[in-house]
């Protein structure tokens, strides 16, 4: 019998490397659609088209989100899911070593470009036809503080919140978009070097990282990015709830994830 449904559109935002590239990568192998916001060049190839976007800039995640949001065949596409991936760990140090600049592009990255990405993608939800989905990429650092990281927890601490109010915001709806926030725990990609090449007086816990890497402990990008597809497709993802990777597991061929408690 022929399989009638419909691939799914994903938006992935920072998809040039590390975990959101692995995204790609394995979003395009399954046969779905990709929509990218990153900053390469605007490009169209089989089955994924990305839109150049600083997402420091506000102004152009707007123009770059409404243009992808109109340009997708809602009629030919299944679910929609927005993966808010992209993110930066720098500027690392001692608040009061960090400029003014330094803390508003961690900020708009980290929190209030996925903010605008999720009003915009809740604005237009009502045209896909199937599911509507929100995975935010947190980090454990949003529940864990570190001395050096106080923009990047900051971020991902009031990311996992926003997270929990928009679930209760769409509680309820006829058809809601659900969400969750995903920590993928410690993975190889370049925001391990940047850790790695920070000062021990900036972040006094570097040895530790130092350490995971060098005994093996970092995880694949391309393992996590499948265990984070698959969870969602085994609807281990409950709206509302926060995730770390570290606590999936697999029970009968099948990937089961339990989430974080609240305040724990
Ligand atoms: N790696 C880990 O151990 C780890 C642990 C916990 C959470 N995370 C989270 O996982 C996510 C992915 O991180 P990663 O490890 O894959 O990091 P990465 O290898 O450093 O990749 C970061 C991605 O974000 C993009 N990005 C950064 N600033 C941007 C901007 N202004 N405009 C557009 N794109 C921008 C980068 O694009 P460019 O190439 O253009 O810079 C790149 O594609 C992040 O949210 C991170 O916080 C990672």
Not at 51 to 77: F, G, N, S, T, W
Not at 203 to 214: G, Y
């Amino acid at each position: 019998m022929t399989n009638h449904k419909r691939p799914s559109v994903y938006i992935v935002t920072g998809t040039t490397r590390g975990i959101g590239r692995a995204m790609a990568e394995e979003i395009l192998r399954r046969g779905h659609r990709l929509f990218s916001l990153s900053r390469a060049p605007d490009t169209v190839t089989q089955g994924w088209r990305n839109y150049r976007c600083d997402l420091r800039d506000a102004e152009k995640i707007q123009v770059a989100m409404i243009r992808l949001l109109d340009e997708i065949p809602h009629e030919a596409c299944g679910d929609a899911i927005l993966l808010n991936n992209a993110g930066v760990l720098t500027p690392i140090g001692p608040l009061e070593r960090n400029d003014w600049a330094g803390m508003a592009a961690a900020l708009q990255v980290n929190l209030m470009a996925p903010m605008q990405l999720m009003s915009l993608f809740i604005q237009a939800a009502a045209r896909f036809q199937g599911s509507r989905r929100i995975i935010n990429i947190t980090s454990g650092a949003g529940r864990h503080p570190y001395a050096g990281w106080g923009l990047y927890c900051t971020a991902k601490s009031a990311l996992n919140m926003l997270t929990r109010c928009i679930a209760l915001e769409q509680r309820g709806r006829s058809r809601p978009v659900t969400i969750c926030a995903v920590a993928p725990g410690v993975v190889a990609t370049d925001m391990q070097a940047d850790i790695h090449r920070a000062d021990d007086i900036d972040f006094p816990e570097r040895q530790r990282f130092l350490r995971l890497a060098e005994s093996g402990g970092l995880l694949a990008p391309e393992d996590v990015a499948r265990l984070i597809l698959d969870l969602d497709l085994a609807g281990q993802f409950q709206s509302g709830q926060i995730y770390d990777l570290r606590h999936a597991t697999w029970s009968e061929g099948r990937p089961v994830i339990t989430a974080l408690k609240e305040n724990g």
